[in-house]
């Protein structure tokens, strides 16, 4: 297997002085020394104790969707910084299903052309559903050969979404500490994109159910497109239930249309999507992980839930 190759920084070198480390904006000491020590970090564990050189991990391509909305773009570029910096020795590329550059495969043409060996592909996806039964594995399939590639399972449902769900919550404005008087007039929209898989929708009621027992309240899902209830329906059977104070849980990997659509029909609070949150990037790693770990040929993929 030939390695995957190293992340490169391909920011334009600075006039006068050296390029900087990995394109970090070096504003003091601190953050001078943090990367050096993270660039060293990064080169020593590449080698073996026996002095050899480890050879590099198999690359990770985060398979975004795709949207018009260009926050979601530079949502996920930064949730790209967000993995490196985790496990900077990792080679970390980004292609997307449809809509944004660089398109899925482009980015594994161009890994095939530095030579790379084997890359894993984690969806940035929250469910089962036609993106991860078909486009992906297509995409990979035909990949030009010798690149090998396995396909991660899509993000959920895990108790990290449902971290991330409850941090968003908070952000907005949901109490940390709710009394038990806060807890009986309070209910949950989770609001997904929704999908014509029915599978899809029993991941979204299993983080529903996940986030629910987190916060002591009710929550229902909802959907912008392709399934029932919408966000409004759902906001309705909440109140037929005595609940007044409803916040919608935005159930998206980043800002888009139907993020934006479900915001509007909030009673109360909507917290933000998912995003660049931290907890994020370690399931991002955790996916490409647990795909490395499953010998080949891959079974069908069986969704983790720790």
């Known amino acids: 297997m030939t390695a995957s190759n190293p992340v490169r920084d391909e920011s334009p070198p600075r006039p006068g002085g050296p390029r900087p480390l990995d394109g970090a904006h070096l504003d003091s000491t601190a953050q001078l020394m943090n990367a050096i020590t993270s660039r060293l970090g990064s080169q020593l564990g590449l080698v073996a104790p026996g002095g050899a050189r480890r050879p590099a991990p198999p690359a990770l391509v985060l398979v975004a969707h795709g949207s018009r909305d260009p926050r979601a773009l530079s949502t996920v570029r930064t949730l790209i910084e967000r993995v490196r910096e985790l496990r900077p020795h990792l080679s970390v590329r980004l292609g997307h299903i449809e809509l944004n550059e660089p398109l899925l495969p482009d980015t594994l043409t161009a890994l095939h052309d530095e030579g790379t060996g084997e890359a894993v592909l984690v969806p940035l996806l929250l469910s089962r559903g036609y993106h991860v039964r078909r486009d992906i594995p297509e995409a990979a399939a035909a990949a030009p050969a010798p690149l090998r590639l396995r396909v991660a399972a899509p993000l959920g449902p895990h108790p990290l979404l449902v971290e991330t769900l409850y941090a968003r919550l908070v952000e907005a404005g949901w109490p940390a ?13 989770l609001a997904a994109a929704g999908s014509r898989d029915p599978d899809a929708a029993v991941d979204t009621r299993r983080t529903a159910h996940l986030l629910a027992e987190r916060l002591g309240v009710p929550v229902l899902t909802a959907y912008a497109s392709a399934a029932a209830p ?5 906001v309705r059977a909440m109140t037929a239930r005595g609940r007044h104070r409803i916040a919608v849980a935005s159930y998206f990997t980043a800002p888009g249309r139907f993020a934006t659509e479900c915001a509007a029909a909030a009673p109360w609070i909507t917290a ?29 993929l069986v969704l983790a839930t720790a």
């Open 177 to 189: 500490h709710p009394s038990e008087a806060d807890r009986r007039a309070a209910g949950v929209v």
């Open 230 to 234: 919408t966000v409004p329906a759902a």
């Open 272 to 300: 933000e999507p998912l995003g660049d949150h931290p907890a994020m990037a370690r399931l991002v790693l955790h996916r490409y992980d647990q795909a490395l770990a499953t010998p080949e040929p891959a079974a069908e």
